[in-house]
């Protein structure tokens, strides 16, 4: 038995195609199946069902997919700590960003990351969040930077920033002659929303005191996309609530219809999130690093106080 028959038995159980899972692995068809196939023989089974389409794993197939995910998992981390003893930071990385955190953190980091670790390959996916934690335990990403807190038992979370909500309100708006917003002035009715699935439209959600008596149905409009949202409100079709890196790019035309909340302002905590095995955690460390310290820079949160960050 070797790591890499095991390899190849994880890259057909997530395909569930041998050929498929051959151009995953960079080997030929027959050459994965002969080594599939000296696998069995060795253990006296079969792992997987190869009369059904698309094939499936046996009873024991499934079982041993389990183990080999752990020994594979456990190899790999030889090389991490192979790399840590030499002080090496490098190799591919793959990362994943929710959308709302994508187009305006990605800018402030990633030329700064390079620069300082330019033997990292990183490959960067705009996934949701759910998206994200399929991925995470799946193997397919190393890290991802997403709202929280998530809870799950397989995931570590460490938290990059706090980042405040600020209200976008129209000209001909109830709340635009306030200076400034309580969260009880929000009402759930004449907010525009992000699309089901997005955690920003959760946390926007929880601040909203009248929900309890709505339901989705009550939803006039919502968008895939916070530049949408700004667009619409410009129109008057409601106010909405935007992340505050969002803000740092207006014009000044945009900046005149912010609002920010008093104290204690309402904010979303925002995470490095990785697997427990703790892959590549020097990767992990030196992105949230680098992270951190440009934020803390960037960030003033206009002197307001930050309060415990709302549920995913």
Do not use: W
């Not at 968008?223 to 890196?245: A, D, F, Q, W």
Request: net charge negative; proline share 4%; aromatic share 8%.
């Amino acid at each position: 038995m070797t790591i890499t028959q095991l390899n190849y038995v994880l890259a057909i159980a997530e395909h569930k195609n041998f050929t498929k899972a051959a151009e995953k692995c960079y080997v030929t068809q027959p050459t994965l199946s002969t080594q599939i196939q000296k696998l069995e023989d060795e253990l006296d089974v079969l792992i997987f069902d190869r009369s059904k389409k698309p094939i499936e794993l046996t009873d024991v197939g499934r079982k041993i997919v389990l183990q080999a995910k752990n020994i594979v998992d456990e190899s790999e981390r030889i090389q991490d700590i192979v790399d840590q003893q030499k002080g090496f930071i490098g190799g591919e990385f793959k990362l994943g960003i929710i959308p709302t955190v994508m187009p305006t953190l990605l800018p402030m980091f990633l030329k700064a990351f390079i620069k300082k670790y330019p033997k990292v390959k990183l490959k960067i996916e705009e996934l949701t969040t759910e998206e994200i934690i399929a991925r995470l335990n799946d193997g397919h990403l190393d890290a991802a930077i997403a709202a929280t807190p998530l809870v799950f038992d397989t995931i570590k979370e460490r938290v990059l920033y706090y980042e405040p909500f600020v209200a976008y309100v129209p000209n001909d708006h109830r709340l635009f002659k306030k200076k400034k917003l309580e969260t009880e002035d929000l009402d759930i009715d004449d907010l525009l929303l992000l699309e089901d699935g997005h955690c920003f439209r959760d946390g926007v959600i929880n601040l909203c005191k009248s929900f309890k008596n709505h339901t989705d149905d009550s939803f006039q409009l919502e968008s895939g996309s916070i530049e949408t949202l700004i667009k619409l409100s410009n129109e008057g079709l409601g106010m909405t609530l935007l992340p505050y890196l969002h803000t740092m790019e207006l014009n000044d035309k945009q900046q005149e219809k912010l609002r920010h909340f008093n104290d204690p302002s309402p904010a979303r905590e925002v995470s490095l999130i990785y697997h427990k095995n703790e892959l590549k955690m020097q990767i992990i460390d030196a992105l949230h690093n680098v992270i951190s310290g440009i934020i803390r820079g960037a960030i003033t949160f206009q002197n307001v106080k930050i309060i415990s960050p709302l549920p995913k």
